[in-house]
């Protein structure tokens, strides 16, 4: 399962309150004291640069307990960097500061992943491992969820996981919004974890069992077996899926209906599957037109998951509803390699 919170950075008042977090999620994940306060370094200045050159923006704080990760994201849409090796510089500024914090900071997490695009902002996505030397995944995952404006609580959500065989992805978007359509998707999430092993076509069939009795949901499931180069997926309800290569972008076949509800039909349909392929799941949250588009954002698809969904949710966020998105790929970008 995952953990997540979401903070506006408007003034400096959010600075202290993104420290704060950081360090209580630091301490939830059971990362030590000196680690603690590595995150907490990191999440002051993120948060500080923000309001420095951007006036405004957003910080993403995620826990994956599954991997035993922490996700520090800040994100604006300032003016972006137009070189950002000599923004990593020790030393340079271009706020008349001392400009010492991008640098220093990019080594104290166990990874550190910056894009910026000139007039189009930046991201930057920090990782904080609870155990660096735990057994490598066959494919790197990440991803957002954001609630409905003014819930606590979303009631769409992303799960993945990897077993010896195959990678699995979940994408729910739970009916409405609020705590039910949150319960709806945590049983989702629940019924995916309980029925790894099984077809994409499987889990969904479970998981409508599971969903009997909730308000229901709109699901989708994909496995992913790396080794063959197949994927499967199987979707009910308005849950976008998508490969993405630098040959093109293929969507991804979903039937109508509700998990939980109506839905009858729960059948896989199969994709040729490639380590240059990303995988990319989102709710309705996000717009029907998303999508990663290397002409107006280059070389996004080469950085980190996280990354990735951040830029992806930001761009193309309604606004009206939950939000949920997932991306997934083979380019193994093991911790602390550059994109």
Request: contains cysteine.
């Amino acid at each position: 399962m995952n953990s997540y919170a979401h903070i506006l950075i408007q003034d400096s008042s959010a600075v202290g309150e993104t420290r704060r977090l950081a360090t209580r999620f630091a301490d939830d994940l059971g990362l030590s004291t000196v680690r603690a306060g590595a995150v907490a370094i990191v999440a002051t200045e993120l948060a500080s640069n923000v309001i420095k050159h951007a006036g405004s923006g957003e910080f993403f704080l995620h826990i994956d307990h599954t991997l035993q990760h922490l996700h520090l994201i800040a994100h604006d849409q300032g003016r972006g960097m137009e070189n950002v090796d000599q923004c990593m510089q020790a030393g340079y500024s271009t706020s008349r500061t001392a400009g010492n914090g991008l640098g220093a900071i990019s080594r104290l997490p166990d990874d550190f992943d910056l894009y910026s695009v000139k007039d189009k902002g930046t991201t930057i996505a920090c990782v904080f491992a609870l155990d660096k030397s735990a057994r490598s995944q066959p494919m790197i995952h990440g991803g957002l969820n954001l609630p409905y404006p003014g819930e606590f609580l979303s009631g769409d959500l992303w799960e993945f996981a990897s077993t010896e065989d195959y990678s699995y992805a979940l994408v729910s978007d739970g009916l409405g919004h609020g705590p039910e359509a949150h319960k709806a998707s945590r049983r989702a999430a629940e019924a995916f974890q309980d029925n790894l092993g099984k077809s994409a076509g499987e889990i969904l069939s479970q998981i409508h069992t599971a969903l009997i009795g909730t308000r229901g949901a709109a699901v989708a499931v994909a496995r992913i077996d790396t080794y063959s180069g197949l994927l499967e997926y199987a979707g009910i309800g308005n849950i976008s899926g998508q490969i993405f290569s630098r040959d093109g972008v293929r969507s991804l076949i979903s039937r109508d209906g509700i998990v939980g509800q109506n839905a009858r039909k729960f059948e896989s349909v199969a994709y040729p599957w490639s380590s240059q392929c990303t995988l990319i799941m989102f709710s309705d949250g996000l717009g029907s037109k998303t999508r990663m588009e290397p002409d107006h954002e280059p070389g996004l698809d080469f950085h980190s998951p996280h990354v990735i969904a951040t830029r992806l949710l930001k761009t193309f966020l309604r606004g009206r509803d939950d939000a949920s998105i997932l991306v997934a790929s083979q380019r193994l970008r093991r911790l602390g390699e550059s994109a």
